[in-house]
């Protein structure tokens, strides 16, 4: 029989698997106290008596995954990671340093299915979901790298986590439980290309997390153009589903909106994306488009930035233009994966 890895066993499946040796349940909690620490080998959990420890090598492994490839800004303390799993695939991941802390920034697939016109995650399609096990080593890895710790998670590196839904709700349980992590829901934020299903799901889940909506435009016709989701998922029915996740968890929602030279910068584009979304408690997050090699688009000036971001103001919407970070290490969504399977 085959070991059986720890790495993505619940408390209860720990629990499960020391009483089948005859352990008693309070180990589980130990034992899980070691695995998100970043420890992978049982001798060093030093808690543990001895005769524990010989059975649990015998019957169990704690897997990891390994650092391929890692860029450290010179610009700033971001950190880029790319991410080996087991099965030989790989995922990005970006640790930001603020002054309230580190946030990691985490992929929850392998590429991206959503195909949206201007991210490089999705080129090559999806290969698969992750677990939440694997989610949860993003994070264990850069804080043994770093030595630091992550006070602060955003789903916003590959893949599109609404569509890897009982993973990322575990993911989250996780991150959150004082056993793991003990990050603060308001501290977790999942980012989505807009799948109203999932985010109906979400609102009833009782964990409210931040919930960041990919939004990118202020219409159909221009939405329909950027992100192909939007015709299956149009704007009016993903704002409903936004108010919804609004009532249910009474917290504000983040719209981010890349701005793209000539396509989505417009005065008209601010003031209809201004009436859109003026009766919502949310906040309006815009992001210099990131340059993506081979793609004929381009971000738009900063004044241009500014404009937008003043008219939005001027409605009374809560609008901050994101400061770029890592922007000398192809930090950004997809790119550095992207570039190593290129070469
Ligand atoms: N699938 C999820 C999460 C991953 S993308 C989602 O769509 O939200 C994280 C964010 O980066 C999204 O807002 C995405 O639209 C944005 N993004 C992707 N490519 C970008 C680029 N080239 N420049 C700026 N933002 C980009």
């Given at each position: 029989m085959g070991k059986t890895?720890?790495?993505?066993?619940t408390l209860t499946q720990m629990e499960e698997f020391l009483k089948q040796m005859?352990?008693?349940?309070?180990?589980a909690k130990q034992i899980i106290k070691w695995i998100y620490k970043?420890?992978?080998?049982?001798?060093?959990?030093?808690?543990?008596p001895k005769d524990l420890i010989v059975k649990l090598k015998d019957r169990a492994y704690i897997s990891m995954i390994n650092i391929y490839k890692k860029h450290e800004s010179t610009l700033d303390e971001t950190v880029k990671y790319v991410f080996l799993l087991e099965d030989g695939n790989m995922v990005e991941s970006v640790k930001m340093k603020y002054s309230f802390g580190n946030t990691a920034c985490i992929?929850?697939?392998?590429?991206?299915?959503?195909?949206?016109?201007?991210?490089?995650?999705?080129?090559?399609g999806m290969v698969r979901n992750l677990s939440w096990g694997e989610m949860a080593d993003e994070v264990i890895a850069i804080e043994k790298d770093s030595n630091e710790k992550v006070s602060r998670v955003v789903v916003?590196?590959?893949?599109?986590?609404l569509l890897n839904y009982d993973q990322i709700v575990q993911f989250i349980k996780v991150m959150n439980s004082s056993l793991a992590f003990n990050i603060s829901c308001r501290r977790l934020t999942v980012s989505t290309c807009g799948i109203i299903p999932g985010i109906i799901r979400l609102a009833d889940e009782g964990m409210p997390i931040t919930l960041a909506v990919?939004?990118?435009?202020?219409n159909d016709a221009i939405r329909n153009d950027l992100m192909p989701i939007n015709k299956l998922y149009p704007i009016l029915q993903l704002l409903d589903a936004c108010k919804y996740y609004i009532i249910k968890t009474k917290r504000r929602i983040t719209f981010e909106y890349a701005l793209i030279s000539k396509i989505n910068d417009s005065e008209k584009c601010a003031r209809e994306l201004s009436n859109l979304l003026k009766d919502l408690l949310c906040h309006v997050n815009l992001i210099p488009l990131n340059p993506v090699e081979g793609k004929q688009i381009e971000r738009s000036t900063s004044s241009q930035i500014r404009r937008f971001e003043k008219i939005l103001m001027d409605s009374g919407i809560s609008t901050t233009i994101r400061r770029e970070m890592g922007s000398d290490i192809e930090a950004a969504c997809g790119q550095l994966r992207r570039s190593l399977l290129m070469r």
């Open positions: 890895n720890l790495k993505g066993c005859d352990e008693p349940a309070y180990r970043g420890q992978t080998e049982f001798e060093k959990m030093t808690d543990l992929s929850s697939q392998v590429g991206c299915a959503m195909g949206c016109t201007f991210c490089a995650s999705t080129e090559g916003m590196g590959s893949g599109e986590p990919s939004l990118h435009a202020p």
